[in-house]
């Protein structure tokens, strides 16, 4: 499975330990700027997608049929997008340019962490512990700079906070799924894509099944998931959660009895 690999490939490099630092600095005009933007292998998180697609005013639908290659997890069946290189001789990223990435406020997170890798397990507290990780490739001149980062100063540099909490989470999801010790059926897996990536269609879909209707949610969240998509994801997670795992710790049911088109209850 990709995060299997993905921990494999991050226990193999360096390990940027707490308090201590590394030289980078990336710009246009050192000798290999753009070198990196190619020929990757990088799985793309709900909150990436819905950045990068909001930047390019694309509906999530054609942004995956687009920019990704979808997969099914072989263990859960949990749907997995990567980002799709362009069928050039060096796979070029789709959104590099001669001048940089022209998406580049609105970048993946794996990109807005390099050269750092970063890793994260459960605290026991509701929380993570984080480890980074050197990525140090032979075509990188920036390790010859002379700015110096911690693994925090970098993150918070970058932008990559905002990216903390929704891909913190959604790897929660991905840890949770394995420990039910087996593959989720294909309608939930239908579910995950429309609720974790295609959250605009999901907007339309809490409106047509009358989602507010069944769990418990005040107004001013109702509006909020409505019109903002980043308030809509955490939801997506949240109702995602009660869905498959029962959790009520953030999402809880109205105790209102479902009813089925020409069904009444007893007694009516």
């Not at 075509?139 to 990559?160: P, R, V």
């Not at 579910?191 to 418990?216: H, S």
């Amino acid at each position: 499975m990709q995060q299997d690999e993905t921990k494999e490939f991050l226990d193999s490099l360096p390990e940027l330990e707490a308090g201590k630092t590394y030289c980078f600095k990336c710009y246009p005009g050192i000798e290999c700027f753009n070198a990196c933007c190619s020929d990757l292998d990088m799985v793309l998180t709900p909150y990436d997608i819905l950045r990068m697609r909001a930047a390019l005013d694309m509906p999530s639908v054609d942004f995956l049929r687009v920019h990704t290659t979808a997969f099914h997890a072989p263990d859960t069946n949990f749907p997995v997008f990567k980002f799709k290189m362009l069928d050039n001789a060096r796979r070029s990223c789709a959104f590099v340019t001669p001048e940089g990435c022209r998406i580049y406020a609105d970048r993946p997170g794996a990109c807005r962490m390099y050269p750092l890798g970063r890793a994260t397990r459960p605290d026991g507290k509701g929380g993570v512990l984080e480890q980074f990780f050197i990525v140090r490739e032979d075509h990188c001149k920036g390790f010859l700079e002379k700015d110096e980062w911690t693994g925090e100063s970098w993150k918070q540099d970058q932008g990559f906070k905002d990216y903390t909490a929704f891909n913190d989470r959604y790897m929660n999801i991905l840890s949770r799924t394995r420990q039910l010790g087996h593959p989720i059926s294909d309608k939930l897996n239908q579910m995950a894509i429309l609720a974790l990536y295609r959250i605009d269609d999901f907007q339309g879909f809490i409106q047509k099944m009358q989602l507010f209707e069944r769990v418990d949610v005040d107004e001013k969240r109702q509006k909020a998931i409505l019109s903002n998509e980043n308030v809509a994801l955490s939801f997506a997670m949240d109702w995602f959660e009660l869905v498959l795992f029962q959790d009520t710790s953030k999402l809880k049911p109205k105790n209102v009895p479902m009813r089925r088109k020409g069904v009444r209850p007893e007694g009516k």
